[in-house]
């Protein structure tokens, strides 16, 4: 939450700095002071100590006379005992626990006064957040939207224009991009009043590029990012810019530049406050880059030092981990894992009608049906996901999943074609998909002619196994996975050559050129 709504970090930090550090330890407002710059710059860290000798200093420090400039109504350290605990529970917010964050921020509450109307908004924006957390998106927006209208009420519009960025990250996951991009350009009209934006406006032009990425639309994502790292270098709150940087990654990944990707997601993690989770993503988001890139190594590193576990329960505020978790294992050949975690955060999703999450779960359950051989569920699992993804112009949540995803989409077209699909997907947008898998992907008439599909990187493996007359176990310790993973593979490998038996599909490809 951004308490330095002002962007003056500096000037403070100068301030405590010159101050005897005796004074600073004996004055419960300095000390939430740097509380408040530790916890808006990421340094999560040394909040709590510091609120620790809040809570410690002489209880008459904190009674001494105190006007602040801003009035009353607008600020923070008025009330000591208040602002102590909403900062407890922003640090409980950051380590995705609920029921501790929306414990602080109605006690929070309960020790504010009715004029001290930022205290109780920003109260209320924390109970929100707890909300966030439990994957209730709809009462968490409602909420939000409530201490929206209270800052907005008491003249702070720089912290107003955070909330809307706020709002829009709920309506992003509620699968609703257009009303995200609203709650952004709104954000803006607040804050944009002069020839240059101010550096509160970052957050806004970086929810927007976000959008703009998720349909593929490059050019305008990439000119938002760029102007959104730009204001928000100068916001004193640290997670506008990581996630600028973060969606910075993904446009230049997407747009054939792997190291610029890698430089800005690396800045984007130094960036990123607290650990990761539904409120810092970026370490998920490097994770899955480096699994884009090939680097199966480093990216199977994220879940093991984060305690992430393929049996463990949804918990929607470790969701953006536990995804990136079934996209490795599927990387692993692990398929029938990755499924059964996809299954089980796919039926959360449900229960708690989350379009956004229903989406990606649906698009990464198809890969897994697809991986463990079961084409038909894999096509009508991903029809479901493309219709709800449709309406709002959603492209990267699938072309982002690369080379496995295009060949299923073609697979997908090609018994929509047939009258074979289960549902209907308009032409039109999966047009859009096919373009946005880009120059990487091969395309239709790259194909070579009597193949349907082209084969992926593992089944031309399993094929020059085959050549070799390698037997199915041999192949299986070679590739360490189980016999029936390698089963279901030569099965793709002899459908998609359209062969009979393991001999003539060695025969078909060599045919086609696939082997010598």
Same mark, same amino acid.
Do not use: C, H, K
């Given at each position: 939450m951004v308490y330095n709504i002002r962007g003056e970090a500096a000037t403070i930090h100068r301030w405590l700095s010159v101050l005897p550090a005796e004074m600073v330890r004996s004055r419960p407002r300095l000390l939430l002071a740097q509380a408040l710059m530790a916890a808006t710059s990421g340094h999560i860290e040394v909040v709590e100590p510091l609120l620790d000798a809040v809570e410690c200093a002489p209880p008459d420090r904190a009674d001494e006379p105190f006007e602040p400039t801003a009035g009353v109504a607008a600020s923070f350290l008025i009330n000591v005992p208040a602002t102590t605990t909403l900062h407890r529970s922003y640090v409980a917010q950051l380590y995705g626990d609920a029921e501790a964050t929306a414990a602080l921020a109605a006690q929070a509450l309960a020790e504010s006064q009715p004029e001290e109307r930022m205290l109780s908004a920003s109260a209320h924006g924390f109970l929100a957040v707890a909300e966030w957390l439990r994957g209730r998106l709809t009462e968490a927006e409602r909420a939000f939207a409530s201490s929206v209208t209270g800052w907005r009420e008491i003249g702070q519009l720089t912290i107003t224009a955070w909330g809307y960025y706020s709002l829009a990250l709920l309506r992003r996951a509620q699968g609703r991009l257009d009303a995200a991009a609203l709650t952004c350009e709104r954000a803006l009209d607040t804050l944009v009043t002069a020839d240059r934006p101010p550096p509160a406006a970052g957050p806004g032009y970086v929810g927007l590029a976000d959008i703009a990425y998720q349909r593929d639309e490059l050019d305008r994502a990439l000119q938002y990012a760029t102007e959104g790292i730009a204001l928000s270098r100068?916001?004193?709150?640290?997670?506008? *810019?990581?996630?600028?940087?973060?969606?910075?990654?993904?446009?230049? +990944?997407?747009?054939?530049? #792997?190291?610029?990707?890698?430089?800005?997601?690396?800045?984007?993690? +130094?960036?990123?406050?607290?650990?990761?989770?539904? *409120?810092?993503?970026? #370490?998920?988001?490097?994770?899955? *880059?480096?699994?884009?890139?090939?680097?199966?190594?480093?990216?199977?590193?994220? #879940? +093991?030092?984060n305690g992430l576990d393929p049996d463990d329960e949804p918990n929607y505020a470790r969701e953006p981990g536990q995804l990136v978790l079934a996209r490795i294992l599927l990387a692993q050949d692990r398929p029938g894992q990755a499924l059964a975690l996809l299954d089980r955060l796919h039926a959360a999703a449900v229960a708690q009608g989350r379009t956004g999450s229903l989406i990606e779960t649906g698009a990464l359950r198809a890969l897994a049906l697809a991986a463990t051989g079961d084409e038909a569920g894999a096509a009508t699992t991903l029809a479901g996901a493309l219709t709800l993804a449709c309406p709002q112009g959603n492209i990267r949540v699938f072309a982002d999943e690369g080379p496995p995803m295009a060949a299923l989409l073609r697979r997908l077209v090609a018994t929509q074609r047939t009258g074979q699909a289960a549902a209907s997907v308009p032409l039109g947008y999966l047009a859009r998909l096919h373009r946005a898998f880009g120059p990487g992907q091969p395309a239709r008439d790259s194909v070579p002619p009597g193949i349907v599909d082209p084969l992926t990187s593992r089944e031309l493996e399993v094929l020059k196994m085959l050549a070799a007359g390698r037997s199915n176990k041999a192949i299986a310790r070679e590739l360490v996975v189980t016999l029936d993973t390698v089963k279901k593979h030569v099965g793709h490998v002899m459908g998609k050559l359209g062969a009979a038996n393991r001999t003539e599909a060695v025969a078909r490809a060599r045919e086609l050129s696939l082997i010598r």
């Open positions: 100068q916001f004193v709150y640290t997670t506008p *810019l990581a996630d600028g940087l973060a969606t910075l990654a993904m446009i230049r +990944q997407a747009s054939g530049d #792997p190291a610029g990707a890698l430089e800005a997601i690396t800045e984007a993690a +130094q960036a990123s406050p607290g650990p990761a989770g539904l *409120l810092n993503p970026v #370490p998920a988001q490097r994770a899955w *880059l480096l699994l884009a890139q090939g680097d199966l190594a480093a990216a199977a590193r994220f #879940p +093991q030092e």
